[in-house]
């Protein structure tokens, strides 16, 4: 256990470190990953799409699967069994969060498995989770933590949620500027805007809490993007934040989920290496510029100009509620987002889209333990290295 000065996360009973890693999928924040964070008394974060793939034996089930009902259920096993592990590593210690993106179509069906499963937290972006509420009527002891980005979303649903007796246990406020995979901007050419300003959105949102007659310590604020330095948690912290949410740093541990390639790939890339680019989600995205990447930017008005709605999903399953490359959507990604996923997760270099966020590690390009990241934001210690 790591001990803190900084003031304790508070979330449902449970006081933890004010560390929170962020959900990074295909199979890159998995089981060991969240349960070595959870382990040490902070939040670790599973997340939930395609963990088919992390597991040998459902792989082959369903790896030329055209069998859309049996890879969903290769899914949710794979969840079930990672949710499991997660909480074996943490023996009871911190919190074994799943974040489920709410652009994914069988987003309920993961939230329901994730809680029958033992996820203490359902972390819920990629989307407005209106629903969520009422996805875990059965499982009340489960900490509900919606990921937005500005005071206007967090207005919403805590409105919306307000109305059906439910407010939510944290929210995260993901900074479109700075973080990686998918952003929380309507648009690319919004990813800068002042109002997703920390300096702007804290206070605004600690604003709307007070207007409602919610106090700070009921729904705690967890910002996340960009923050890499013990520095910055001090000044988020000060600004009324409770925690803060790493996902990059984390990413790149030695306890982390992903190949030792993707670690590589993030580690080492440059400012001018990382591009944003909207998904086939239709959200703007951050990833490395891999030769993949690079290639798809170079033809992406060719591909947008041949876009068609009658293609259907290369791989069967229909992963995303609305795909702009099986949907024909010109304004969305057009590519097989699963697909390229998949090869990071591999570790191929020359076909995997990297999802990584905009600014520097804490540790440069060396591959550190989840304990010194954690103390080192908690304390400004930096780790000796050999």
Known sequence: MLDSSLPPLRIKGKTLLPIVQGGMGVGISAHRLAGHVARLNAVGTIASVDLRRLHPDLTEKTDR????????????????????????????RGMVAVNVMRAVSEYASYVRRACDSGAQAIVMGAGLPLDLPELVADHPRVALIPILSDSRGISLILKKWGRK?????????????????????ARAEEVDDARFDFETVLPQALQVMRDMGI?????????????NSHEKVKRLLGLGASAVQLGTPFAVTEEGDAHENFKKVLAG?????????????????RAVKTP????????????????????????AWDCLIQCGFRDGIAK????????QLAAALRGDVARGLFFRGAEKLPFGAAIRPVRELIEYMLTGRMPRYA
């Open 65 to 92: 699967c055209r069998d859309k009902a049996l890879i969903n259920e290769a899914n949710l096993i794979a969840l079930d069994r990672e949710v499991r592990a997660a909480r074996d590593i943490a023996q009871g």
């Open 292 to 315: 993949w990447l690079a290639t798809y930017l170079n033809r992406f008005e060719r591909l947008q100009a041949k876009a068609k709605s009658s293609r259907g999903c290369t791989l």
């Open 165 to 185: 007796g439910r407010l939510p246990d944290a929210i995260v406020i993901e900074h479109p500027r700075y973080a990686g995979g998918h952003l929380g901007a």
């Open 215 to 227: 106090a700070k310590e009921e729904v705690p604020l967890i910002p996340a993007g960009g923050i």
């Open 269 to 285: 890339a440059k400012p001018e290496d990382i591009v944003t680019f909207v998904s086939t989600a239709g959200l703007p995205a």
């Open 332 to 339: 969305f990604g057009q590519f097989c987002i699963d697909n």
